[in-house]
């Protein structure tokens, strides 16, 4: 399974990481999975490979902390990082519907714009930061 998570990161443009927070924290799972991902050294699947940060939380920095650790793990990996807009959402009930909408009008604007963000990001990188053959 490792290979296999390896492998697909390895042929996509870019990654967005959506993450919770534990313990003011990245969850073990996912850092495992980067630290797999990332070797062996000069194998690295993250290298040169656009990714942005995103998360929510029930608390009310909405996984800051865990975003800011996650952030340090993947510029030692080497990927660029989106940092022109950060998104700290508070997690309230209701917030996504069962269809898996977002009922706020302000938070589905605000995701919105992130995402034509991310992917001007993207792009910007791709073109400035070939992939590696």
């Known amino acids: 399974m490792a290979r296999a998570f390896k492998q697909a990161i390895a042929e996509v443009d870019a990654v967005l990481f959506v993450t919770p927070e534990y313990n003011r924290s990245i969850p073990g799972a996912l ?13 690295n699947s993250f290298a040169r490979k656009p990714s942005a940060v995103i998360g929510t939380s029930p608390g009310s920095i909405g996984t800051a902390v865990a975003q800011q650790q996650l952030r340090g793990v993947l510029c030692f990996c080497n990927s660029p990082l989106m940092n022109t807009m950060e998104a700290y959402l508070q997690f309230k009930p209701g ?12 938070t589905a604007e605000f995701l919105t714009n992130y995402m034509k963000e991310l992917h001007v990001f993207i792009e910007r990188v791709l073109t400035v930061l070939p992939r590696e053959s």
Request: charged content about 30%; cysteine-free; hydrophobic content about 30%.
């Open 31 to 43: 850092k495992n999975a980067i630290d797999w991902a990332s070797r062996p050294w000069g194998k």
């Open 95 to 106: 917030l996504i519907d069962e269809d898996g909408n977002v009922t706020n009008p302000s």
